[in-house]
């Protein structure tokens, strides 16, 4: 929605600073899909790179999802095409942004998040990729090339995609100074593999950051503009009830507000619209019906910080299951579930729930 765009400059300049201070030249941004880190990226980290010297490149790993190395070299072939007609970045960043905003508008697209038919980059599209880089450094001259690498998860969830990841490690580090990075992550348990994993090439290489949750502030902004420029005006409180109930998603929310600008809708008729179209796009019948009875049973103990090896949920497994409530058969569910990016499990933060609104689902199924 156009002028609608909550803009975090604060964050973007957290975020730039910490590069800035010179202890890592690469970051990770980390959050679940659909709580905003493309937009984000785009219309606040992106221009604000420009103002503090670097030439800012994006690139989608899910552009194409089975040959995310394409993604990477269309990113580099565009900055150097835009240097070398002394275009303005500020250009192929809207173009990026209308791109990604038109894909956002479309109802119920399902977005794939594994490769169907993972291709491996071969040895000359990988020298390519390094000579484009060894392009854009040359041309960007005084200035710092930010590489801006949406999805870095996607590297881990096929051997395919190993070549690729050591040839952009490989990229990184021989640039050091002249080219800094800034990753996201929808899938901790694919992004624990490739930057915690000891035999992977980005092992301590990246310095990780969660990615806050919008607050009241948003919401605040959202009812100023249905205000002015809608003439709706709601109380903040049935707002922040509806954040909460589409686990504080800025898309989905965007969703809401959509219905209740188009078709007048009260906040409860919208939201309950946007549940449903939730549960389409995201395939939760579907998932549902792929989950072992253990799996639903450990999911929804865990959505619930409950533990998941506990005396009472090992004696619902025995009771609700035709498999044994023990140890080995839970930690098989929980690893099932992160391989399904459902859940990841992080050294220090324990559990995460990696797929909001499929706790509600599955209570409504079993009410």
């Known amino acids: 929605m156009e002028g609608w765009h909550y803009p975090r400059t604060e964050l973007a300049e957290q975020y730039l600073g910490l590069l800035a ?5 690469s ?60 275009a303005t970045f500020s250009r192929l960043l809207k173009a990026k942004i209308k791109k990604t905003t038109v894909s ?19 040895s000359k599209e990988l020298a390519y990729l390094d000579q484009l880089l060894s392009m854009l450094v040359e041309k960007a001259g005084k200035k710092t090339v930010l590489l801006l690498i949406d999805e870095v998860q996607h590297l881990t969830t096929s051997t395919q995609f190993d070549p690729l990841a050591h040839t952009l490690r490989t990229m990184l580090d021989k640039r050091q100074g002249k080219v800094k990075s800034i990753f996201t992550g929808s899938s901790r348990h694919y992004l624990d593999l490739l930057l915690n994993e000891s035999k992977s090439p980005f092992y301590h290489f990246v310095e990780q950051h969660d990615f806050p949750d919008l607050d009241d502030q948003f919401i605040e902004f959202l009812r100023d503009k249905l205000a002015k420029n809608h003439q709706i005006t709601i109380a903040i409180q049935p707002l922040r009830k509806a954040f909460l109930d589409l686990d504080q998603s800025p898309y989905w929310m965007m969703k809401l507000i959509a219905q209740m600008i188009t078709f007048k809708a009260t906040v409860e008729e919208a939201l309950e619209y946007v549940l449903q179209l939730m549960e389409a796009t995201e395939d939760f019948e579907g998932i549902s019906k792929r989950l072992k009875p253990i799996d639903r049973l450990v999911f929804l103990a865990l959505c619930k910080g409950t533990n998941p090896f506990s005396k009472e949920l090992m004696a619902r497994i025995d009771k609700e299951t035709d498999v044994k409530g023990v140890a080995s ?35 409504q199924q079993h009410q």
Not at 104 to 118: Q, T, W
């Open 21 to 25: 201070l010179g202890i890592s030249s």
């Open 104 to 122: 956002n508008e479309l109802l119920g697209k399902m977005e794939v998040e594994f490769a169907d038919n993972p291709s491996k980059p071969t």
């Open 329 to 363: 058969n839970i930690q098989r569910a929980i690893k099932r579930l992160s391989e399904a990016s459902l859940i990841s499990q992080t050294r220090k933060d324990g559990y995460n729930i990696e797929k909001p609104g499929l706790k509600r689902y599955l209570e």
């Open 27 to 86: 970051l990770a941004i980390i959050a679940p899909r659909r709580k905003g880190k493309t937009l984000f990226i785009l219309q606040d980290l992106a221009p604000l790179s420009q103002k503090k010297n670097y030439i800012p490149v994006y690139a989608s790993l899910w552009q194409n999802i089975n040959a995310p190395h394409e993604g990477l070299i269309a990113a580099l072939e565009d900055a150097i095409a835009t240097l070398d007609k002394k």
